[in-house]
């Protein structure tokens, strides 16, 4: 059933979970992870980056999210990751997510908070609860899970303060894409900020953590983590493994589809998430 990202987040509180996020790109993807959620009986939430509703994609993958998603047996929210600007939130929204992050953390604090805030009193009029982001999780390709600028306590209670999030993407030592190493979480920064705020905290950059790292983080207050990277790898490896002979496309993606879904039943288990729906 199609759900609400407060429902989900809600669920991930009361459990002492984390709610999986995948983002999904083609009907493929969809599958798999709906496959998996269902198998093991948990929520998920389904995102796709705002690059696929800036651009044409997300016209056609929307309507297949929401189908999937309303005949899922098990609660899906349809949440758009990284939102740009106002208007692939606007989008979005007329698709029907259930779920919208704002990202706005590549600007100053103040219009970081000014820009949030708005979305969160648009997003409000139609009943849709948002996530932002203070302190920019970057790009594995540039290093960026080096650095050791994190999210601080102040910060991230002044931007729930001034915008009005439920949920907040912190940087903690995790970034987008493969890793060249292993990263290392500040364990303790996210328990810090945990006790300070009362919003579900999210962690980017799920694919390649080591999973005692997600299952600390997870301990530590973490109720959300996005897997992006390692669910293409899944798709793509299988894809090319997949010989020439299969010539109907939907046998062809056959196996790619079994593919993202024990890719993502691993996940869902990782973040005690199974038997949570
Ligand atoms: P990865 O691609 O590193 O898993 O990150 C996904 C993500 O955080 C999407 O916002």
């Known amino acids: ?24 790109y083609n009907m493929e993807t969809v599958m798999g992870v709906i496959r998996a959620a269902e198998r093991q009986n948990a929520p998920v939430i389904l995102q796709n980056y705002s690059r696929l509703v800036t651009n044409e994609e997300g016209y056609f993958l929307a309507p297949i999210i929401i189908a999937a998603a309303e005949k899922a047996s098990v609660p899906v929210c349809y949440h758009l990751d990284h939102g740009a600007s106002e208007v692939e939130v606007m989008r979005t929204l007329r698709y029907g997510a259930t779920g919208i992050m704002i990202d706005k953390s590549a600007l100053p604090m103040e219009e970081n908070i000014a820009g949030t805030k708005n ?130 496309i939907d046998l062809f993606m056959k196996d790619a589809v079994e593919a993202v879904a024990s890719f993502a039943e691993e996940k869902i288990k990782l973040l005690g998430a199974d038997n949570k729906a």
Not at 4 to 24: Q, R, Y
């Open 1 to 24: 059933m199609l759900v609400s990202f407060k429902t989900v987040l809600d669920m991930a509180e009361k459990g002492n979970f984390a709610i999986p996020a995948f983002n999904v």
């Open 119 to 248: 979305v969160v009193e648009l997003c409000k009029a139609v009943g849709v609860e948002v996530e932002g982001e203070i302190g920019h999780v970057g790009s594995a390709a540039n290093g960026d899970e080096q650095t050791t600028e994190y999210t601080t306590v102040e910060e991230a209670k002044a931007f729930v303060e001034g915008t009005g999030v439920t949920a907040l993407a912190i940087a903690v030592g995790t970034a987008h894409g493969r890793y060249k190493k292993a990263p290392k979480l500040a364990i303790e920064r996210i328990a810090e900020i945990h006790k300070n705020v009362d919003v579900a905290l999210v962690l980017h950059g799920g694919s390649g953590v080591p999973d005692e790292e997600i299952k600390a983080s997870i301990n530590a207050g973490i109720r959300k983590i996005n897997f992006g990277t390692d669910l293409c790898y899944a798709f793509l490896d299988q894809v090319f493994a997949t010989g020439r002979d299969k010539v109907g």
